[in-house]
């Protein structure tokens, strides 16, 4: 059972920056992508971001050209490098991998990483 450890949320001033990192406990981590996911209070978990074994990227409308997904196969982490944040990214960041379906991930959900944007 793959586990996850998201770190590197924190309270932040709007326009400012985070970098999560996430580490995956498992083999072969390169073949699998890996997504971003967040949930905020009252709302359901949504995809931000994902990064196929390929290299392929996509994210939400709302975070692209603010948001880069990067991982690192040697060390079984995925990055999420956050810029210009705003109050509306306000949320518990996770993350989790799949295999053609970021829609649906295969692992259970880690504790997260809470990130808050506020003044």
């Known amino acids: 059972q793959v586990q996850f450890v998201e770190s590197g949320g924190a309270l932040v001033q709007p326009g400012g920056s985070l970098r999560l990192s996430c580490t995956a406990s498992?083999?072969?981590?390169?073949?699998?992508?890996m997504g971003w996911y967040r949930q905020a209070p009252g709302k359901m978990r949504e995809l931000v971001g994902q990064l196929t074994a390929g290299g392929d990227e996509n994210y939400l409308d709302s975070v692209k050209g603010r948001f880069t997904i990067s991982r690192d196969n040697d060390k079984n982490t995925v990055n999420l490098q956050m810029n210009s944040l705003n109050p509306e990214d306000t949320a518990a960041y996770y993350c989790n991998l799949f295999v053609s379906n970021p829609y649906s991930p295969l692992g259970s959900w880690g504790q997260g990483t809470q990130v808050t944007v506020s003044s």
């Open positions: 498992i083999s072969m981590f390169s073949i699998y992508g």
